[in-house]
């Protein structure tokens, strides 16, 4: 009997038995030996492999959906302008093309971001991501994302207010991350509140931590689907993404950023009145700092288009 399900102390346990009749010279039954092999490792195993399997194949067609939209704009577009070409109108469409190589671009950014964040999200779970670690004033870091998106939210027709009772915290981290982190939170921020919304950057400090909050009065989150955000593969529920753009990777590559920095991430979000994402560095300092920068300098600006290219201008 192969792979029998039994509870005992309350805990799931898988049996293989095996019934091993031991005869007589005359070929009568003298004892039947039962052996019980104990497979609970193996099975649970399979059933979490099987799980992540499904969870994968899940993510995967989300992600190829989510790369077919930009493609098919950018490949409309193409046609479009060869369209032009062909019949000679490319002068008189001027208006329809900027418009049009707008919509390229922003296209490319949003294929971009994703592809970044399939990239980062392999490199962490096989631990190849590496934080460059230096000394900042995290509230300088987190001041300045925040400037630079108010172009973002106007456009949206919401006001972001930056609040901190520090002027100066020094902390280790990697200030490319940190801009990652915040602008991920701010782009969620944005996508899910409504015109004339607020969204609220606060940074507290707590001597022996920082505490960084992005705070919005939009749509919320349904208090079921809470604790499953920021997992991997999981969130990349539709349904949950309210005809949103998205793919459901930001927030737990946002989680491993923060974890990789010995911090913690928390939400607390009503549905209807708004979400509030806290995150928690540790205040520390590194005595050897990494000069390293993942991107070209000078490429700030393309970086903040490219993580919020969900929220087009
Ligand atoms: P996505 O790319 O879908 O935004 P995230 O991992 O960033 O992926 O977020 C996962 C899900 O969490 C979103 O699809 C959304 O349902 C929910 N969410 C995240 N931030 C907010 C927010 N500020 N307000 C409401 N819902 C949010």
Known sequence: MNNQAFIINGNNVYWNIIFEPILYINGEIQEILIVVIDVTAEIKSNLVM????????????????????????????????SMYCSNGSLDERKDSIIKYIQSIKQNSYRLSKLIN????????????FQL???????????????????DFTDSKGLNIIFDTDIEEKIIACDPEKIERIVLNLISNAIKFSENGGEIFVDIKDENEFVEISVKDNGIGIERQHLNMIFDRFKQVDKSLSRNSEGTG????????????????IHVESEAGRGSKFTVILPTRNVFFESNLYDR??????QSIQVELSDVSL
């Open 50 to 81: 099987e799980k992540t399997l499904k969870l994968q194949g899940e993510f995967l067609a989300n992600v190829s959906h989510e790369l077919k939209t930009p493609l098919n704009v950018i490949f409309a577009a193409v046609q479009l302008f």
């Open 249 to 264: 990777i930001g927030l737990s590559l946002v989680k491993s950023i923060v974890e990789l920095h010995g911090g913690s």
């Open 132 to 150: 460059n670690l230096s000394n900042n004033n995290i509230v300088e870091v987190v001041e300045e994302i925040v400037m630079s998106v108010t």
């Open 296 to 301: 070209e300098v000078g490429n700030k600006k």
């Open 117 to 128: 964040n399939i990239v980062d999200s392999s490199k962490i779970e096989a631990g190849f």
